[in-house]
């Protein structure tokens, strides 16, 4: 079973940009700690407060070994240190939540008439 940690972030929308940085970051550091990383999304219309962050895993167990290489990570180290400094996460929020199969990156199938 695929897990996935859903991350619902309340970002300072005055520091949009460092929290882009942040995401950017993890791109490069989700994967090399053995998360999948399905995306972190950044607010484009309607509330500008509100980021998610997707990372999916095999089990929780995997998870919890994830967080453990998270944490002897130096660049991960460094990024959780950037956030702590420059305070533009104001709340963070994580669910798990499982997918439902037969739901997840399906195609539009969708076409103009004629």
Known sequence: MTITCFIRYQIDPFQRAAFKEYAQNWGRIIPRCGGHLLG???PHEGSNDVAW????FD???AYEAYRARLKTDPEGRAN???AQAQRFILREERSFVELVDG??????TWAPAP
Do not use: D, K, N, V
């Not at 962050?53 to 999916?56: F, Y």
């Not at 739901?103 to 539009?108: G, H």
């Open 53 to 56: 962050g997707l990372i999916a």
């Open 80 to 82: 959780f240190e950037l």
């Open 103 to 108: 739901t997840f990156c399906l195609p539009s």
């Open 59 to 61: 089990s929780l167990a």
């Open 40 to 42: 972190y999304f950044l």
